[in-house]
């Protein structure tokens, strides 16, 4: 494996963890309710950790769509 392929596995995994570290908060708020007290809103707790999956999902298909060469 090349460098450059080692850049990019590296960032899908960080990317990848990232997006799921905040799933899992969602997750936690909808089947607990932990963390309630330190946020009131759950609704805006949940939105906020969805705007940061979106960024990384987003990053991930930008390293898909324009870094990705056949033999990836």
């Known amino acids: 494996m090349n ?7 590296a960032a899908r995994a960080y990317y990848g963890s990232a997006l799921n570290k905040h799933r899992i908060n969602i ?3 909808l089947e607990k309710g ?3 007290a330190e946020h009131p809103d759950v609704m805006e707790t949940i939105d906020g950790e969805l705007s940061k999956m979106a960024e ?3 990053r991930l298909e930008m390293l898909d769509i324009y870094f990705t060469k056949d033999g990836d």
């Open 3 to 9: 460098i450059r392929n080692e850049m990019l596995e």
């Open 27 to 29: 997750e936690i708020l």
């Open 34 to 36: 932990v963390g309630v």
């Open 56 to 58: 990384h999902h987003d």
